[in-house]
């Protein structure tokens, strides 16, 4: 690994910058609307490292004490960490960055309402009620603010009827409907009026098609990493 996260401009392919201070495997990333970057620093630092727009270096902003697979950042300026290997989701407020509280698991693995097993991806809506890319346990789990107990809102024992295999992200779009990268299926299921549905598989893509990761920007277009 480079250790380091590069930054295009819009409408300029040749224009990048470079964020590296102290990076090590770096794995979770996120771009708040400010233009702040929160880069997770976890796995030799425990820490999530931020970078304002225009800064040269960065700022421990969270203390996590491993990897974060995802970050997110909530319209309060919460962070939340996804512990992919601790089983867990931490969340911090804004300034508190050495008193993390645990929103999801019991650093366990297991596959109880209130277990994780491998999480992934992580959303916060509006609302912030937290959605969970459970990976080993094949399934998106959210919770309700306050609630350390998850329902399963797709896979195993959900309401929908649809089944997900080691899904790695969850966004939600304007409207609140669900978008899941179902990795091990190498397709991308939406949520819409009628229920979910396929709208990206390797099928149309390519058989080396395995999404991992899911954005929406500002202006509704859905980005794709495999």
């Known amino acids: ?16 910058k470079i964020l590296e201070q102290r990076l090590n495997e770096p794995w979770g990333i996120f ?3 400010t233009g702040n970057i929160y880069v997770d620093n976890g ?21 996590t004490g491993g990897s974060c697979a995802d970050i997110f950042v909530d319209h309060n300026d919460a962070i939340y960490c996804s512990l992919h290997f601790k089983h867990q989701v931490i969340k911090t407020e804004v300034n508190v960055r050495h008193r993390p509280l645990v929103v999801a698991g019991t650093g366990t693995a297991g596959s109880a309402a209130n277990m994780l097993q491998y999480p992934n ?5 509006i609302d912030f009620t937290l959605y969970i890319a459970d990976s080993r346990n094949h399934r ?8 350390l107990y ?20 969850i966004v939600l779009d304007a409207a609140g409907y669900m978008y899941i ?28 098609f395995r999404p991992s990761h899911l954005r929406f920007d500002s202006h509704g277009n859905l980005y794709v990493s495999h």
């Open 121 to 125: 991806g992580i959303f916060v809506d």
């Open 150 to 169: 998850g329902i399963t809102v797709c896979g195993p024992d959900s309401v929908v009827g649809v089944s997900s295999m080691a899904p790695s992200s």
């Open 181 to 208: 990268a179902d990795s091990s299926n190498r397709r991308i299921i939406a949520e819409g009026p009628n229920g979910f549905r396929p709208i990206i598989d390797y099928h149309t893509v390519g058989s080396t």
């Open 31 to 33: 771009v708040s609307k």
């Open 43 to 63: 796995k030799y630092h425990g820490q999530i490292d931020m970078w304002t727009v225009d800064a040269t270096r960065s700022v421990p902003v969270m203390d």
């Open 1 to 16: 690994t480079l250790n380091r996260v590069i930054i295009w401009f819009q409408g300029d392919s040749t224009r990048e």
């Open 140 to 147: 998106i789990q959210r919770f309700v603010p306050g609630s």
